[in-house]
């Protein structure tokens, strides 16, 4: 997704740079498809950037920041993760106390290569000042209010129904297997909507690669359902499905559906 976000601003005219330290080759190669400098470090990329772009697994959006922070940034920094709005009012209060510009931000949709299919949602005071930056390229944005928390609620609650959806059908898959019920399940499935079983089928494969970074995203949408007062168990069961499946973290094909099953109904 990083990708995604600079290739928009390098075609928005942007000098966009990153650093490889620690980055595996894939990622290299993406960054110089896109148009990315490398600048080696972080210390060199903060030295050198009025603006900052937060992409990373939601678990490290406050080390990221903190990270940033310690070595003297003070210009605009976009956190653009899939984190709970209160999380990044926290976020915001720590970077403004350290004199930088926070904008709260939520990308829904997949890594994108046509513009329109994929947004990035941008929120808070400064959130203005960045939107012409992401006016070219594959992404699009939008500002979604001048309040640090709402891109991040609008992305908590977009993806609660598409990765828990998701989840919740892995889940499905997995037990129906376990009791030998799946094809009698997929049958009435097809019964209800031709086809379904096939996308269903197709999706519990798909999440796989990204599972790992999904289950901490769910433990964010969780705390984003409690703080609204409702309740959080769904996500937080969601959280454990896509636990199971973090063993595919580094698998180069899709694994077979039974192969997934079998990981969803193994003892953890």
């Not at 892995?170 to 079983?197: C, H, I, K, M, N």
């Not at 089928?201 to 790992?212: D, F, I």
């Not at 636990?243 to 039974?258: G, N, V």
Request: proline share 4%; with cysteine; hydrophobic share 45%.
């Amino acid at each position: 997704m990083g990708v995604t976000v600079g290739a928009t601003l390098v075609a928005g005219g942007a000098d966009v740079t990153w650093a490889s330290a620690g980055r595996s080759a894939a990622t290299r190669r993406r960054a110089e498809a896109a148009g990315l400098r490398d600048v080696g470090s972080l210390d060199a990329l903060v030295g050198g950037a009025d603006t900052i772009v937060s992409v990373c697994p939601p678990d490290a959006a406050s080390l990221v920041l903190e990270a940033v922070l310690a070595l003297g940034f003070r210009g605009s920094y976009l956190d653009a993760n899939a984190i709970a709005p209160e999380r990044a009012c926290s976020m915001a209060e720590r970077a403004e106390a350290a004199g930088a510009r926070f904008v709260d931000g939520g990308i829904v949709g997949p890594p994108a290569t046509t513009h329109g299919t994929t947004w990035l949602h941008l929120s808070g005071p400064e959130a203005r000042t960045l939107l012409g930056h992401f006016g070219a390229g594959p992404l699009a944005a939008n500002v979604v209010s001048d309040r640090v928390g709402d891109a991040s609620a609008l992305k908590m609650c977009y993806a609660s129904f598409t990765k828990g959806s998701t989840a919740l059908l892995a889940a499905q898959l997995a037990t129906a297997r376990v009791f030998g019920v799946q094809a009698a399940l997929e049958a009435q499935w097809e019964r209800d909507e031709p086809g379904s079983a096939e996308r269903a089928r197709e999706r519990v494969r798909r999440v796989t690669a990204k599972a790992w970074r999904f289950e901490g995203e769910m433990h964010e949408i969780a705390a984003t359902f409690a703080a609204a007062g409702l309740p959080e168990g769904f996500h937080q069961a969601a959280a454990g499905v896509y636990a199971r499946l973090a063993r595919f973290k580094d698998d180069t094909e899709r694994p077979a559906l039974e192969a997934v099953l079998d990981a969803l109904a193994a003892e953890p």
